[in-house]
């Protein structure tokens, strides 16, 4: 039988793209003042596995992944979402935004995005904000599932699996880590 137990304490990630290198680290700056340091940035990255975004940003798309520091209550993962939608457009010139940020969070077994789309894989959470489980840990490594966005296993996967050597290595000295059944 199972009894309720709080649930871990999540590593706070994001996925920043647009045209402009200083518009993402413009976001990036944001972002540090609400999820804190950074302890993990990627290179910069081609967007360029798909042109759904071809119509409101152009095209050369650039993207940054980014693990912060300390944890994220994953019950607190609506309020990011809604705080990175507000920082989109405080961006936004004439009405287009200059960023996408995709806020999710990392956990040993699974890595979670946020987003106002629904859709048949998405969990609604509240406040119009769902959970789409992006990846799953197990062999050793992230996973894709089938609608795991193709950037997010071609370069995400092996950032992640840094992130997360990272992030257990946070739990163990929080003493949250090995998981306790």
Excluded: C
Excluded at 100 to 120: C, H, M, Q, W
């Amino acid at each position: 039988m199972s009894h309720p137990q709080p649930s871990l304490p999540a590593k706070p990630i994001a996925s920043i793209f647009g045209r402009r290198e200083e518009s993402i680290e413009e976001a990036l700056r944001a972002l540090k003042k609400v999820l804190g340091p950074v302890i993990l940035k990627s290179s910069w990255l081609p967007f360029d596995l798909t042109n759904y975004y071809q119509p409101e940003f152009g095209s050369g798309l650039k993207r940054l992944f980014v693990a912060f520091a300390g944890f994220l209550a994953q019950e607190d993962l609506p309020r990011l979402k809604h705080r990175t939608y507000e920082q989109e457009m405080l961006l936004s010139v004439a009405g287009r935004r200059q960023v996408n940020i995709d806020p999710g969070y990392l956990l040993p077994e699974r890595l979670v995005l946020a987003t106002f789309k629904n859709y048949s894989h998405r969990i609604y959470l509240s406040q119009g904000v769902y959970a789409d489980l992006t990846l799953i840990f197990e062999r050793g490594s992230y996973r894709p599932l089938p609608w795991t966005y193709p950037d997010y296993v071609r370069d995400g996967i092996p950032f992640f699996n840094k992130v997360r050597q990272l992030y257990v290595e946070e739990l163990k000295k929080e003493g949250l880590w090995p998981l306790k059944a």
